[in-house]
């Protein structure tokens, strides 16, 4: 089993920054790619960053491109996920994500482990 521990969030004002952090550990594996979603209240889970384990592909949605970065550390097991430019409509708990083998970019059920979230909450 892999667990993956999230931690960095908190109360921030619009056009601040935060940086999230998740470590896993459990049983390893040769590779896995690593990702960020969030919920926001009263919303579905949605997808916001991605990373290969390389860390040489990244991938964002839309609404936080130029905004926010994903990246691995040198040991490739934490990932982070870096925000500025903050905004109210980024509040919400963010899930990182890890999936073993192949995965459909953005789309949730193809990751095969998950994190309890790290809640952001971006004040006006």
């Known amino acids: 089993q892999v667990q993956l521990v999230e931690s960095g969030g908190g109360l921030v004002q619009a056009g601040g920054s935060l940086k999230l952090s998740c470590a896993a550990s459990?049983?390893?594996?040769?590779?896995?790619?690593m990702a960020w979603f969030r919920r926001a209240p009263g919303k579905e889970r949605e997808f916001v960053a991605d990373i290969n384990w390389g860390g040489g592909n990244t991938y964002y949605a839309d609404s936080v491109k130029g905004r926010f970065t994903i990246s691995r550390g040198s040991a490739k097991n934490t990932v982070y996920l870096e925000m500025i430019s903050l905004k109210p409509e980024d509040t919400a708990v963010y899930y990182c994500?890890?999936?073993?083998?192949?995965?459909?970019?953005?789309?949730?059920?193809?990751?095969?482990?998950w994190g309890q979230g790290t809640q952001v909450t971006v004040s006006p």
């Open positions: 994500a890890a999936a073993e083998g192949f995965r459909q970019v953005g789309v949730h059920s193809t990751y095969n482990y």
């Open positions: 459990g049983r390893t594996f040769n590779s896995y790619a």
